[in-house]
Nanobody
Framework: QVRLIESGGGLVQAGGSLRLSCEAS????????MAWFRQVPGKEREFLAGITWTGGITKYADSVKGRFTVSRDNTKNTGYLQMNSLKSEDTAVYYC??????????????WGQGTQVTVSS
């Protein structure tokens, strides 16, 4: 069992940066792939970035490639999403997930509760 808690969301101006953290409890986190998603009301959850359990492979959605960076520190049971050059359309609730196979799949075993990111223009 893995419990995920996101933090680091907030209000930022367009062009600014935020770093989201996803802290996991449970000793199996280090052996789980993880990913980041976001969702706005009325739309489907959108894949953003994924990283394998070793950290050796990452995958990004075209919408964030070059602006967002996914990483993890298994010694701290924590994953990260560094978000730069933020745009108003990045405003959403951001979720981390763990325990999936394909990095861009919507099928993950564990989800966090989400953290709000608001980008003002």
């Amino acid at each position: 069992q893995v419990r995920l808690i996101e933090s680091g969301g907030g209000l930022v101006q367009a062009g600014g940066s935020l770093r989201l953290s996803c802290e996991a409890s449970g000793r199996t986190f280090s052996r789980n792939n993880m990913a980041w998603f976001r969702q706005v009301p009325g739309k489907e959850r959108e894949f953003l970035a994924g990283i394998t359990w070793t950290g050796g492979i990452t995958k990004y959605a075209d919408s964030v490639k070059g602006r967002f960076t996914v990483s993890r520190d298994n010694t701290k049971n924590t994953g990260y999403l560094q978000m730069n050059s933020l745009k108003s359309e990045d405003t959403a609730v951001y979720y981390c997930a763990a325990g999936g196979s394909a990095l861009d799949s919507l099928s993950w075993s564990y989800w966090g509760q989400g953290t709000q990111v608001t980008v003002s223009s």
